[in-house]
């Protein structure tokens, strides 16, 4: 196939599968190249090449194989006795191998060969986004594993440090995943209502559980975080602590039972099930009745993890769906040449580089917040004189991250689910049948809508960071701040109905701020996608002033771009124009006009692009 600096020939391919995920995704090379410092991006671009290559052709080949043939579940041995045994195909362990040591959790942690510091963990989340090109069941435990590391680099005072090394181990043989259980049938999302109890074993020396979780993904993890209540704690949230319940200990089985595997529509990579607490042995995190806030910093970093994994899936789904309208002939030409097929492609791409630019952004919020923290503890060699700035722009991260993240996770699931949808549809009856991909990618995009909190609960969780953390603050100011920043003829327009938007965002966010309880709640998910809509437009709005001011991040320089121009453009008319009768008068031929910028990445010279007439 045909790869250039132009252009990006996909009719040269016969399916979206061996090549380098990396080299084909434009965006998140982007993205990337935006969030890194420069250092950060020299080291990361070649590991990141190697890794997209990897993940296309030998974990994507395997990710097929586990697909039919996933993880089985052996509670019983032949004598009856427990064992908990879960039976993984061969091809689960190479990829588990081959992704484990390529650093997708460990380089976050701990620095790297060629380092001083840890990567970002924006770099953890970017190679999960790769790896979800090819499986977002598998992504779960990689990203449950970083999670639980991070819960032990924050909260541990040092007894269970040989389960975070095993955790954060570039060294397959040494690893240890790591699960959250947190559903409880007559829970679900109220995470206050859990029934597991802690007991203290003075004979034993740590805590015994009882109880039953009722969903749990990577049921056999050695490094599982739970949460229970020690005897006389209060009822509610306030009352949980957070316990590590490892799978064994010194060869033994831990006091659980596994009872069955969940028969579940997709994600087969990741064995869910159901488990029971028979007084198994657990040992504390951090503070008692500090379970649940605790647990929230791993629920942060997994919902951006959800989020990478939907742009992931978006970008796979793309990327055939772009791969068969180019080589597939109907009425004499390949159906990418026709009008409505273009126009489909054109939107389906303008959603990834929405979702991913929102998803990255988050990211590096996220990554600033952990920085600050890792160089308020000490585990950083920061200046003096640097560590109180960092404080201040850790703060301001994480005001701002809070309200991000859920609204990143709650859109990016949703439009995971909707293109999965229509790349099926673009494969016709094959894309129904189990033998292509776009069947398991539906399946797998299913549940990126409930996992780590359904929509609504994280529309509620907006309006508490509106309330708790004041986050409107810093998101007015950032939102400000990029507008003002927008000047080219070529998107002004676009910017002025943003600004315009903006302005009716902050009249809405005041009235709800006035509003009952019961009447912000009824509007939360209106909000939640009114924010994204604002947010990722002023995004995508600086990213093309700066392209067509010749400026590209990660690099010396170069020509003057209206790509991205075109891309912010279409996002604002789609997400906030109003046309007269449907738009079926005002002769928007755009997406024939541009199809070779928006999907085939063809830069495009300003000069060309006339300023769009207000519709």
């Not at 999960?128 to 435990?141: E, I, T």
């Not at 068969?324 to 390949?334: L, S």
């Amino acid at each position: 196939m045909t790869i250039t600096d132009d252009r990006i020939d996909y009719g040269a391919l016969e399916e979206g599968r061996h090549v380098n995920y990396w080299t084909l995704d434009r965006t998140l090379q982007r993205e990337v190249a935006r969030i890194y410092t420069e250092d950060e991006l020299e080291w990361a671009r070649p590991r990141l090449e190697s890794f997209g290559d990897l993940v296309g052709h030998t974990v994507a080949d395997n990710a097929d194989v586990i697909d039919d043939h996933g993880p089985e579940l052996e509670p019983y041995d032949k004598h009856g006795e427990i064992q908990n045994r879960v039976r993984y195909p061969p091809e689960q362990l190479e990829n588990e191998r081959l992704v484990y040591e390529s650093g997708i959790v460990a380089d976050a942690f701990e620095a790297p060969p060629g380092r001083d510091e840890p990567m970002p963990l924006a770099y953890n989340l970017a190679m999960q986004y790769l790896l979800c090109y090819a499986d977002v069941g598998f992504d779960c435990p990689v990203a449950m594993t970083a999670g639980a590391a991070l819960v032990l680099e924050k909260f541990d005072d040092g007894s269970l440090e040989s389960y975070y090394d095993g955790l954060t181990s570039r060294t397959y043989d040494d690893l240890i995943e790591g699960a959250m259980f947190l559903t409880e049938k007559q829970g679900g999302s109220d995470v206050g209502a859990t029934e597991t109890r802690a007991e203290w074993d003075d004979d034993a020396e740590c805590y015994r559980l009882t109880g039953e979780k009722w969903f749990c993904s990577n049921v056999d993890a050695q490094g599982t975080l739970v949460l229970a209540r020690i005897e006389g704690a209060p009822d509610g949230t306030s009352g949980l602590s957070l316990f590590l319940v490892p799978h064994e200990l010194e060869g033994e089985l831990n006091d659980q039972l596994y009872r069955r595997l969940k028969d579940k529509l997709g994600t087969i990579a990741v064995p869910t099930g159901e488990v029971e607490f028979r007084g198994a042995k657990a040992f504390l995190v951090g503070e008692p009745e500090n379970g649940f806030r605790q647990m929230a910093e791993m629920l942060n970093l997994e919902r951006l993890s959800n989020a990478a994994a939907s742009c992931g899936l978006i970008g796979r789904a793309l990327l055939e769906s772009k791969v068969r309208a180019g080589n597939r002939e109907a009425f004499g030409k390949p159906i990418d040449q026709h009008p409505l097929m273009r126009q489909d492609l054109v939107d389906m791409a303008v959603d990834h580089e929405a979702a991913t630019a929102f998803t990255m952004e988050a990211a590096r919020l996220f990554s600033i917040r952990e920085r600050a923290e890792r160089a308020a503890r000490g585990d950083l060699e920061i200046p003096d004189d640097r560590l109180e700035e960092l404080e201040t722009e850790g703060e301001h991260a994480y005001r701002l991250m809070r309200l991000l993240i859920p609204i990143a996770k709650a859109r990016t699931g949703r439009m995971a689910v909707g293109t999965a949808s229509y790349a099926m549809e673009i494969q016709g009856g094959n894309g129904y049948v189990n033998d292509f991909v776009t069947n398991r990618l539906l399946r797998d995009a299913q549940v990126l809508p409930i996992w780590e909190g359904t929509e609504n609960v994280l529309s509620l969780d907006v309006l508490r960071a509106l309330d708790r953390e004041a986050a409107h603050e810093p998101f007015l100011e950032v939102v400000e701040a990029r507008l003002e920043a927008v000047s080219h003829p070529l998107i002004a327009d676009s910017a002025e109905a943003i600004e315009r938007e903006f302005q009716d965002l902050g009249t809405a966010l005041a009235t709800l701020a006035t509003k009952d309880g019961e009447y912000a709640q009824l509007q939360a998910k209106e909000l939640t996608h009114y924010v994204f809509d604002v947010f990722t437009a002023a995004l995508l709005l600086g990213e093309a002033q700066r392209a067509l001011e010749g400026q590209r991040d990660g690099c010396d320089g170069g020509e003057p771009d209206a790509r991205l121009a075109l891309v912010a453009r279409r996002f604002v008319d789609r997400q906030f124009g109003t046309r007269a009768a449907r738009g079926l008068t005002s002769g928007d031929r755009f997406a024939l006009e541009h199809f070779d910028a928006v999907v085939g990445y063809e830069p495009v010279d300003p000069a060309t692009l006339d300023r769009p007439e207000t519709q």
